[in-house]
């Protein structure tokens, strides 16, 4: 993809869950393109050789940080949009599961703004049952009402905004999103779901 321009770049952060990259990576084969350019950047937070392995026979392309973070993979995700070389990045976390329209309908919701607000349906521990995120969106910020597979950000906002900032609280979703909206970025959202966030 490096002779024409890529619109989007799809990061995944992941570390040794095999089984969970090899469900993302034949999602990825099954996504209603069109036209849309696209790279995935595979980060490892940490040496990985099975991870490597499977992404090694696929078009995606394998990094990895020189030593296990943890902390959620923030620093694998801030790696992964240094390397970015789309126009929006998005993220797709391993632990997840996409509709067919879901890449074109991030993108879609991003063009021609600094962020896009799809989104997911998110297991509720509370309620039992699976909520959709957000709720609605308002303009405002609710703690546990985003989840990472909702956004689709410019790649040079997100560069100007670490995830690794606060790296060791829950909520990095929302918090990153709130440090996203401190830059008074232009917002569109589309009320589609995307796909559905998994508990393994």
Known sequence: MTASKIDLTVITNTWQR?????????????QSLG???????????????????????TLSR???????????????????????????VCFWDDDNIYEPHALTTAYAAAFGFDIGIVRTEHW????RRY????????GQVRPGDIDTMCLCVRTQLARR?????????????????SRLMEHQPRVNYVPLVVGRHLTF
């Open 124 to 127: 509720s521990v509370t309620h």
């Open 62 to 88: 394998f990094l990895s940080l020189p030593e296990h973070r943890g902390c959620f993979g923030v620093a694998a995700k801030d790696f992964g949009i240094e390397q970015a070389g789309g126009e929006y």
């Open 18 to 30: 095999p089984k969970h990259l090899a469900c993302l990576l034949r999602q990825l084969r099954t």
């Open 35 to 57: 036209n849309l350019r696209i790279e995935h950047l595979v980060v490892s937070d940490g040496p990985d050789v099975t991870s490597a392995a499977l992404v090694e026979p």
């Open 131 to 138: 909520l959709t995120l957000p709720r609605e969106w308002t």
């Open 161 to 177: 905004v670490p995830w690794d900032r606060e790296p060791r609280k829950r909520g990095m979703d929302h918090r990153w999103l």
